[in-house]
């Protein structure tokens, strides 16, 4: 079992960035495929990024890709999501999650796929 710990979220500027951190309890964090979600008012949790165990190979959402970095610190149980150039449509809390496991192609985007959810992480982006 793993808990997750999500930190890093705030209030930012149109065109800024944050860099969210998510620290993971446990011996075992390597063998975690990991994720990021974000969930914005009145709308379904989405699939933001994910990376796999060695952190060899990471998935984008189209709306974020080339702004968003998703990487692992496997060393320090620790999974990154840097955020640039932030738009208001941003503005979200942010989860992460775990799947023991590998990541497959066909279900990474998918929250049902993850075994362990940290609390979020609120981000706010003024436009």
């Known amino acids: 079992q793993v808990q997750l710990v999500e930190s890093g979220g705030g209030l930012v500027q149109a065109g800024g960035s944050l860099r969210l951190s998510c620290a993971a309890s446990?011996?075992?964090?390597?063998?975690?495929?990991l994720g990021w979600f974000r969930q914005a008012p009145g709308t379904e949790r989405e699939f933001v990024a994910a990376?796999?165990?060695?952190?060899?190979?990471?998935y984008y959402a189209d709306s974020v890709k080339g702004r968003f970095t998703i990487s692992r610190e496997n060393a320090k149980n620790t999974v990154y999501l840097q955020m640039n150039s932030l738009k208001s449509e941003d503005t979200a809390d942010y989860y992460c999650?775990?799947?023991?496991?590998?990541?497959?192609?066909?279900?990474?985007?998918?929250?049902?796929?993850?075994?362990?959810w940290g609390q979020g992480t609120q981000v706010t982006v003024s436009s």
């Open positions: 999650a775990a799947l023991q496991g590998p990541l497959y192609s066909g279900s990474y985007y998918s929250s049902s796929q993850y075994d362990y």
């Open positions: 446990g011996r075992t964090f390597s063998s975690y495929s």
């Open positions: 990376i796999t165990r060695s952190g060899y190979s990471t």
